[in-house]
């Protein structure tokens, strides 16, 4: 076999258990960790493999998480960034789930408002809370709108 023809699901191996995230839009995997609170600090075993040759979208992202479980409300956080992953829960080798994400009603403590003024940007232990309006974020505190660039304010 040539390089050429190294197929491509050897790039990151299987999982024996655990969550697969697949088709990420190409370039927000990292992202995806930050909203999930994967950081370097955490124990969680991770693959993470970057703008992939996908048939879907051309390229994607993908993160393997091993051992662990995502449940679909910690999920469904990166729809806003990720609208067209899919979540593979693998057992023994298996896919014995798979599903997509969709985008919450309310983000709470995900995003940082925008306005320094924000309650929830004091001393105070306030949460976040946004209203999901389109691909847009209403403060429910302050009622500041953030639309654009949502991966820029994670916290
Ligand atoms: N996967 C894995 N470990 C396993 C089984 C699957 O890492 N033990 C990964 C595959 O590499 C793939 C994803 O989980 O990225 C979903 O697997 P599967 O449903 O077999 O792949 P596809 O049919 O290509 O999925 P889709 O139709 O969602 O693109
Ligand atoms: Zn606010």
């Given at each position: 076999?040539?390089?050429?023809?190294?197929?491509?699901?050897?790039?990151?191996?299987?999982?024996?258990?655990?969550?697969?995230?697949?088709?990420?839009?190409?370039?927000?995997?990292?992202?995806?960790?930050?909203?999930?609170?994967?950081?370097?600090?955490?124990?969680?075993?991770?693959?993470?493999?970057?703008?992939?040759?996908?048939?879907?979208?051309?390229?994607?992202?993908?993160?393997?998480?091993?051992?662990?479980?995502?449940?679909?409300?910690?999920?469904?956080?990166?729809?806003?960034?990720?609208?067209?992953?899919?979540?593979?829960?693998?057992?023994?080798?298996?896919?014995t789930?798979?599903?997509?994400?969709?985008?919450?009603?309310?983000l709470?403590?995900?995003?940082?408002?925008?306005?320094?003024?924000?309650?929830?940007?004091?001393?105070?232990?306030?949460?976040?809370?946004?209203?999901?309006?389109?691909?847009?974020?209403h403060?429910?505190?302050?009622?500041?709108?953030?639309s654009?660039?949502?991966?820029?304010?994670?916290?």
């Amino acid at each position: 076999m040539t390089l050429s023809e190294k197929p491509k699901d050897l790039l990151i191996s299987p999982i024996k258990n655990g969550t697969v995230i697949d088709h990420i839009t190409a370039g927000e995997a990292i992202n995806v960790l930050k909203i999930l609170g994967i950081t370097g600090t955490t124990d969680e075993c991770l693959s993470i493999a970057t703008n992939v040759e996908s048939r879907l979208t051309h390229k994607k992202d993908v993160v393997k998480v091993e051992n662990r479980e995502l449940k679909k409300e910690e999920v469904d956080r990166i729809a806003l960034i990720a609208p067209n992953a899919t979540i593979n829960i693998i057992r023994d080798y298996k896919v014995t789930e798979k599903k997509g994400v969709h985008i919450p009603k309310v983000l709470i403590g995900i995003i940082r408002c925008t306005n320094p003024g924000c309650i929830t940007n004091t001393d105070e232990p306030i949460e976040s809370k946004f209203e999901v309006i389109g691909t847009g974020l209403h403060c429910l505190y302050c009622d500041n709108f953030i639309s654009g660039d949502i991966a820029g304010h994670i916290i």
